[in-house]
């Protein structure tokens, strides 16, 4: 288990599991993150899992089963594909 604490000089990245509890201490949050990024990305490629994240922080109801709106935008960094290959076969007519 990860926990972050706020401690008065920074924040600790309390790594909590079978044994006794370690502590890594950071100056900023920023330096926790990279720091913890880092860690998670290490873990998850040896095999590790996630089992569980909190808080949980999504709500309303399971929208991956209701069909998307005409004008979604969800891939609007697609749009400039679309246009340069509309004018690539223009150009061949």
């Known amino acids: 288990m990860l926990r972050r604490e706020i401690i008065e000089n920074g924040v600790n990245l309390v790594i909590a599991g079978e044994g006794v ?3 890594f201490s950071f100056p900023t ?7 913890q990024n880092d860690m998670e990305a ?3 490629r040896t095999g590790w899992t996630f089992v569980e994240f909190s808080p949980e922080r999504r709500t309303g109801v ?3 089963h209701f069909p998307r709106r005409a004008n979604d935008r ?3 960094w697609t749009d400039s594909v ?3 290959l509309r004018q690539g ?3 061949r007519r």
């Open 89 to 91: 076969n223009e150009r």
């Open 21 to 23: 509890p370690r502590v």
């Open 62 to 64: 399971e929208r991956r």
């Open 74 to 76: 969800r891939r609007w």
């Open 29 to 35: 949050i920023d330096r926790l993150i990279h720091f």
């Open 82 to 84: 679309r246009l340069f």
């Open 42 to 44: 290490f873990l998850l």
